[in-house]
């Protein structure tokens, strides 16, 4: 499993403790989670998860300092703020199979992260 990903469960039913359902009994979406460390880089470089049209993206400034990431995703910019310390969860929602995704820390280009579907 690559960096970063966790796996959508199979359990069945609104009453599974493992954290892989939602409450009303639907899968979990997949995640990508990149981390922001001690010198300010965005971690890892690039993520793979397998094809799917729903990612929760999370997001960790582990280096104490405030943050900013923006994703475009289909023509639409997505933005999330970190405060010091913080992790954001955002749902990436129409997602393409074979698509990559930059992941933009604080309007830096050239800092960049992947998130590759499928």
Known sequence: ????????GT???P???????????????LQAAFV?????????ARV???ET????????????????VTVDVEGRRIALEL???????RRLTGLRSGATYRV?????AAGAAVLRVG
């Open 15 to 29: 009453s599974d403790t493992s954290g892989t359902r939602l409450p009303g009994g639907g899968p979990r979406p």
């Open 48 to 50: 793979t998860i397998p």
């Open 11 to 13: 359990s069945s039913g």
């Open 36 to 44: 922001f460390t001690a010198d300010g880089d965005l971690v890892p």
């Open 83 to 89: 405060r010091p310390s913080e992790t954001v969860r």
């Open 53 to 68: 049209d729903t990612v929760l993206l999370v997001v960790s400034a582990a280096d104490r300092r405030a943050h900013a």
């Open 104 to 108: 933009v820390p604080d309007d830096d």
């Open 1 to 8: 499993m690559a960096a970063g990903l966790t796996g959508c």
